[in-house]
């Protein structure tokens, strides 16, 4: 967690000095934290698979193009993946129960957007783009049942290190002060890229693609308006 926070604080550093120094419309800076909801997709992934849920954190940068449109970039770090069941079965083919399993995957996702907004005080937006993604771990865990102390394993070395697709945003953002806002964002993020690269003995698929739903709210401070 400290080295994803570092390597936040640093991208926003350096693309902040960038902005301030090369741009001349107005720059905002924002801090939100929320919950997201992720699944997997692929030909071969269970019917079964179910959605995780997990708390998220992002540092984000707008600027201004114009009145109106903004480009947007986020530092956010995400946890996906998704849950399946293994199913215990008795020689003569019962079903006794079954073992939770999931799959997770913590990522720093760096989504870059295209927003269109309208409103003063109150203001409403939509927006697309895309994101890169830069996996920092992994793990496969079992969950205990019964006699069954529960496992955990990384089959890291089993999926790419990047992930990326495209983005979709709605938001509002509501004016507390001069330059301060609050901030409620929805964001989908599709996955594109199958991320499994070597197909382990655990599972058999040949693809692995995440999806991922963000609710996040934030606060929101323009830093420069020349």
């Not at 540092?59 to 956010?76: F, K, N, P, T």
């Not at 495209?166 to 890229?193: A, H, M, P, Y």
Request: aromatic share 12%.
């Amino acid at each position: 967690m400290v080295r994803c926070i570092r390597i936040m604080l640093i991208f926003f550093m350096v693309t902040y000095v960038y902005f301030l120094s090369a741009q001349k419309n107005e720059i905002a800076l924002g801090l939100k934290l929320g919950i997201g909801v992720s699944n997997a997709r692929g030909s071969e992934i269970h019917t079964n698979a179910q959605a995780i849920y997990s708390p998220n954190y992002a540092l984000s940068i707008d600027y201004g193009i114009s009145e109106r449109v903004r480009i947007s970039m986020d530092a956010r770090i995400d946890k996906k993946g998704t849950k399946t069941f293994i199913p215990l079965i008795k020689p003569n083919g019962e079903i006794i129960g079954h073992l939770d399993a999931i799959y997770s995957f913590n990522y720093i996702a760096v989504p870059l957007l295209i927003k269109y907004e309208m409103g003063e005080r109150v203001k409403l937006g939509v927006g697309a783009g895309g994101y890169i993604s830069f996996l920092t771990s992994q793990l496969y865990e079992i969950k205990p049942y019964d006699s069954f102390q529960g496992k955990k394993t990384s089959l890291e070395s089993d999926y790419s290190s990047m992930d990326g697709g495209l983005s979709f945003w709605l938001g509002t953002s509501f004016e507390i002060l001069e330059s301060l806002r609050l901030t409620f964002d929805v964001q989908n993020d599709l996955g594109l890229k199958n991320i499994l690269t070597n197909p382990n003995k655990v599972i058999s698929y040949e693809e692995v693609r995440l999806n991922y739903l963000s609710f996040m709210i934030g606060l929101k401070y323009n830093l420069a308006k020349k």
